[in-house]
């Protein structure tokens, strides 16, 4: 495995992508009623699936315990999708890494809503360098200052986290979106999940969506997909859902080589806007 496929200027991983599904999903004809989950990698991707699941369902915990997440969220651009984004529910639940650039203009045409998910990118690239060594569809990071490296670079799989996060803000005005950070789910779960949720469906939000419920149950953690796929000896999807896991690996110098590249990067962005809390550096 390893296998790298290029696409509008990002390597993917070759095995979950080919040109011709990265090219239905740059055609995909949303429906206005569809709900886009669009993320870099590692940032709340499975946990926002588990939430949107549970609203849809009205707090009934049953599709999100007897259907897996990638059947109930089916990614937009892999290969294994089809059948389930064909699904005729009234509210299809799509997911997606790809960039703002490539799925804009077919988002624009369906008024489809986007719900874009950011985590503090020096987690991400801690949880990312992580998964690398569970996923056999990605290739070996090597040391974690060789992936930092990379990742500030922008050369890893899925390309460069700022231009990401950059390109999903720059949709404000032509899409409609809802920006929401990681940091804020962990802090502020409830309240911004809003008012026309009943008690009943919040309390199963509340149990269900729990880093440790989500970590133990097999139809979002991951655990059923083949040791030849995900090599689980290696540690577990759900790793360890904290924010600023990142102190654990970062030294100093990465450290200050990263504040710099953000500033650079970011420093005019308003990144601030997307959510009530900064996904900064910090
Ligand atoms: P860590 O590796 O830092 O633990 P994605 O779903 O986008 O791939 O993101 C995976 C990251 O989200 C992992 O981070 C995972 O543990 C974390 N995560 C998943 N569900 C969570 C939850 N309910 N609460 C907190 N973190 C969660």
Redesign the pocket.
């Known amino acids: 495995m390893g296998v790298t496929e290029t696409f509008a200027g990002i390597s993917l991983p070759g095995h979950l992508h080919t040109q011709e599904s990265l090219s239905f999903a740059t055609t995909f004809q949303f429906r206005p009623t569809d709900v886009l989950i669009a993320?870099?990698?590692?940032?709340?991707?499975?946990?926002?699936?588990?939430i949107l699941t549970l609203m849809f369902s009205h707090g009934d915990v049953l599709p999100a315990k007897t259907i897996p997440n990638w059947e109930r969220a089916p990614w937009l651009e892999q290969i294994y999708f089809r059948d389930a984004l064909q699904d005729t529910a009234a509210r299809r639940l799509i997911t997606t890494h790809l960039p703002a650039r490539v799925l804009a203009p077919a988002l624009q045409q369906s008024k489809a809503k986007v719900i874009y998910?950011a985590?503090n990118p020096k987690?991400v690239v801690?949880?990312?360098y992580?998964?690398h060594h569970l996923a056999k569809f990605l290739p070996d990071p090597g040391s974690f200052d060789t992936f930092l490296t990379r990742f500030l670079e922008g050369t890893v799989h899925y390309g460069s986290w700022f231009d990401h996060v950059k390109g999903w803000l720059g949709q404000r005005q032509h899409l409609d979106i809802f920006y929401v950070t990681?940091e804020e789910?962990?802090q502020r779960l409830g309240a911004f999940l809003g008012c026309p949720l009943g008690p009943e469906t919040l309390r199963a939000l509340e149990e269900h969506?729990?880093?440790?419920?989500?970590?133990d149950n097999t139809m979002?953690n991951y655990s059923l997909i083949p040791s030849e796929i995900m090599d689980h000896s290696q540690g577990?999807?759900?790793?360890?859902?904290?924010v600023g896991?990142w102190r654990d690996h970062f030294s100093p110098l990465q450290n200050a080589l990263f504040n710099r590249l953000y500033q650079e990067e970011m420093g005019d962005s308003d990144l601030q806007t997307m959510s009530q809390r900064q996904t900064s550096g910090d």
């Open positions: 993320t870099y990698p590692k940032s709340g991707t499975t946990w926002m699936q588990e998910v985590r987690d801690v949880s990312f992580h998964f990681y789910l962990h969506c729990s880093f440790v419920a989500m970590r979002a577990r999807f759900m790793r360890k859902g904290v896991d």
